[in-house]
């Protein structure tokens, strides 16, 4: 009798030992895994610059679904001014509005952010982006440079995501 007990408490403590050490592993995967706040920043305006590109011979419903997909980056009451042309405007809506109205050539244009810098603010969970906006010619027409800016992008966390809150104008290169 007493050998059963020490067995049935070797194994408790075997099985103990195994989870404990599975929560052990568990957590420094969740963390060595995990993606920081920058890069989660970073992540989002790679594919703002894919979505805002427009493909050549690109239809009105293509369009459409871009703006529409652009809505989802965006707060709600985002606050949004690249300089001219584009005239400032305030509200996810009418900024998923002015995408869609962008006139573009058929050859399309690609836009891409370099020289992106992001700072976290862990206490607002607020992030400021700064980069250079550049809107090229289509790849079919050979690419060519057609506008670059220095932006600033006020991101806020909400609801776990990280959304456009502001875009400002800076300065010309």
């Not at 906006?133 to 006020?154: H, I, K, Q, W, Y």
């Amino acid at each position: 009798m007493t050998d059963n007990r020490s067995v049935d408490a070797e194994r408790t403590t075997s099985v103990g030992r195994v989870r404990g050490l599975t929560a052990v592993l568990l957590t420094a995967v969740t963390v060595g895994c995990g993606v920081s706040d920058e890069e989660r920043v970073r992540r989002q305006l790679d594919e703002i610059a894919q979505i805002v590109g427009i493909d050549a011979g690109e239809t009105q419903m293509i369009r459409q679904a871009r703006a529409t997909r652009l809505a989802m980056y965006l707060a709600p009451d985002v606050d949004f001014d690249v300089g001219a042309p584009l005239i400032p405007v305030q509200g996810r809506d009418r900024v998923s509005q002015m995408a869609l109205e962008v006139r573009a050539p058929s050859s399309g244009a690609s836009v891409a952010f370099d020289d992106v810098r992001v700072t976290i603010d862990p206490g607002t969970r607020q992030a400021l982006a700064t980069f250079t906006a550049r809107v090229s010619d289509g790849e079919s027409v050979g690419g060519d440079l057609r506008d670059s800016r220095t932006l600033n992008v006020v991101f806020a966390e909400i609801g776990g995501e990280w959304l456009v809150q502001q875009v400002r104008f800076v300065r010309y290169p």
